[in-house]
């Protein structure tokens, strides 16, 4: 590696679908670099919540969704272990895991107004590098030029399941099949949505993680990014 190469501080992009398993590389990844980890869904998930708080309605408040959503000021502040997301100084790392905050972030997310309060706060965050962001739309729209995009995929069954596992942790009890219809209706409302759809970047690197531990992804991850990294070092 050369002397320029390792003060660089790249930016990664990593989407894929809720139960991907994109949370736990991207949170692992970043750990072994010693960069920023930022969940853009939290920052939707936020929203939802804020939007439940004021008593809003999706179909009719769109415009007062719109308008609150440039308003919050979000804080992604350091706890051990891990980290939580603070908005207007507020801890709301606890609310905004339910499954009913989780169900009205999806309509939330396809307002386009939502869309680019967020984007512009989630850009203005990544821009000094050394970033690891994961979401939908990072490689396509909030990131296009980050020196590694990664699109990460696992069977609808095992996402369920890992989804299930999570929210037992949690403390949170949900029927398993509920589990998995409400991520389907997740999915199909996320991916066909008019702005900004969940879908794979032409130049990213599609990864299946049924099979793999989030260690050897991170390891691949680590791998492909300095492998970027370098060839920017030769232009
Ligand atoms: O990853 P998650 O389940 O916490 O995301 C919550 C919601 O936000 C989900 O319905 C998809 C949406 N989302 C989005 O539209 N764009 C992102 N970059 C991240 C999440």
């Known amino acids: 590696m050369s002397k320029r190469n390792s003060t660089i501080r790249g930016v990664v992009a990593i989407d894929g679908p809720a139960g991907s398993g994109k949370s736990t590389v991207a949170k692992l990844l970043a750990e072994r670099l010693g960069y920023i980890y ?6 939707y998930r936020a929203v939802a919540y804020r939007v439940m708080q004021a008593g809003l309605a999706v179909e009719k408040d769109t415009a007062e969704i719109g308008r609150l959503s440039g308003e919050l000021v979000f804080e992604f ?3 051990a272990p891990g980290q939580h997301l603070f908005v207007d100084g507020e801890d709301v790392e606890a609310a905004i895991r339910t499954p009913e905050v989780g169900n009205l972030s999806s309509p939330v997310s396809a307002i386009p107004e939502v869309r680019e309060h967020l984007v512009a706060a989630q850009r203005r965050m990544a821009a000094r590098g050394g970033v690891v962001m994961e979401g939908r739309d990072i490689g396509t ?10 699109f990460l995929t696992a069977t609808a069954g095992e996402r369920a399941r890992r989804r299930w596992v999570q929210l037992q942790e949690q403390g949170i009890i949900e029927d398993y099949e509920q589990v998995l219809r409400d991520q389907i209706k997740r999915d199909q409302r996320d991916s066909s949505r008019a702005v900004a759809p969940l879908c794979k970047a032409e130049d990213a690197r599609e990864l299946a993680s049924d099979d793999l531990s989030p260690e050897e992804i991170v390891t691949m991850l680590e791998g492909w990014l ?3 990294l370098s060839k920017g070092d030769k232009s």
């Open 38 to 43: 930022i969940d853009s869904g939290a920052m």
């Open 77 to 79: 502040r350091p706890t």
């Open 141 to 150: 729209v909030v990131l296009p030029d980050a020196d590694l995009k990664v």
């Open 226 to 228: 300095k492998q970027s």
